[in-house]
């Protein structure tokens, strides 16, 4: 998404999975349970990262950040969870833009770990590789894939480059899928004539069934459906939720109740 200032976004449920706005540029307000009032901790700016394990249940939404002109530019990604903690109350945490590692590699070449090592986000026993990749133009760098990482994708938000042995070509608004990444190094590099913003996304498999409808993402059919109708009764959200910010100087740990879902 690219806009000029944030659009509301309507407060609406979650169950079942991770999700993970990143918010390149702009400014995106929260309408969260344990952020009523756009007060309680500093909203989404420009190079921060959201980890939400919705779990059990959320409702949550974003508001119109009147105080800011400039363009909003972010990415939402969606993580399964595995079937036994699809139902664990939920946990958030708010990563600032100065908590994440940013590594100049050289002056060609920027590396920013919105996920994995080096990062503060915690993810337990998903595995996950997210990595911003912003190459000025004619720079290189090789990705290492841990052995277990056996599914990843890239998907170029800006510019244009070459990808692997082959140098297969991609551009901006592509997604590219890596082919047995486990255990293997991809090579990335920028087009000579523009830069390239890549974001690089790796994980281990869970292997098990799912099943997604609307905001919900489950094992089973049946599972969908009792969702689907404790959240139409307004009984969703009903674990206490622990949130987690992280700074350039820690972290903070809060525990606040997930919310009543309305009924519908």
């Known amino acids: 998404m690219e806009l000029t200032g944030m659009p509301p976004v309507g407060m609406h449920p979650h169950r079942g999975f991770n999700e993970i706005p990143y918010l390149k540029q702009g400014t995106w307000v929260g309408t969260d349970y344990w952020n009523p009032n756009g007060g309680h901790h500093p909203p989404m700016?420009?190079?921060?990262?959201?980890?939400?394990?919705?779990?059990?249940?959320?409702?949550?939404?974003a508001k119109f950040d009147r105080g800011s002109s400039e363009p909003v530019h972010g990415?939402?990604?969606?993580?399964?969870?595995?079937?036994?903690?699809k139902l664990d109350p939920?946990?958030?945490?708010?990563?600032?833009?100065?908590?994440?590692?940013?590594?100049?590699v050289s002056e060609l070449v920027k590396v920013k770990t919105l996920v994995g090592d080096g990062s503060p986000i915690e993810t337990g026993n998903v595995k996950v590789q997210y990595v911003d990749y912003m190459l000025s133009a004619g720079g290189e760098i090789n990705h290492t894939f841990p052995p277990d990482f056996s599914t990843a994708f890239l998907y170029i938000y800006s510019g244009a480059g070459s990808f692997g042995?082959?140098?297969?070509?991609?551009?901006?608004?592509?997604?590219?899928?890596?082919?047995?990444?486990?255990?293997?190094e991809l090579m990335l590099k920028a087009n000579q004539k523009s830069d390239l913003g890549a974001l690089l996304?790796?994980?281990?498999?869970?292997?098990?069934?799912?099943?997604?409808?609307?905001?919900?993402?489950?094992?089973?059919?049946?599972?969908?459906v009792q969702a689907f109708r404790e959240?139409?009764?307004?009984?969703?959200?009903?674990?206490?939720?622990?949130?987690?910010?992280?700074?350039?100087?820690?972290?903070?740990r809060s525990q606040v109740r997930a919310g009543r879902a309305r009924g519908r």
């Open 45 to 61: 700016r420009g190079g921060g990262l959201q980890w939400g394990k919705v779990g059990s249940g959320i409702e949550h939404g």
């Open 75 to 85: 990415f939402q990604l969606w993580v399964n969870l595995p079937a036994a903690q």
């Open 90 to 104: 939920p946990c958030f945490q708010d990563a600032l833009p100065e908590a994440l590692p940013v590594c100049e």
């Open 165 to 184: 042995t082959g140098g297969e070509i991609a551009r901006k608004g592509e997604v590219m899928q890596v082919l047995a990444p486990a255990g293997q």
């Open 201 to 224: 996304i790796a994980g281990v498999p869970l292997r098990e069934p799912m099943l997604q409808h609307g905001p919900f993402v489950m094992s089973t059919r049946e599972q969908l």
């Open 231 to 252: 959240y139409q009764a307004g009984k969703l959200c009903k674990d206490t939720c622990d949130f987690i910010l992280h700074t350039a100087s820690g972290s903070r």
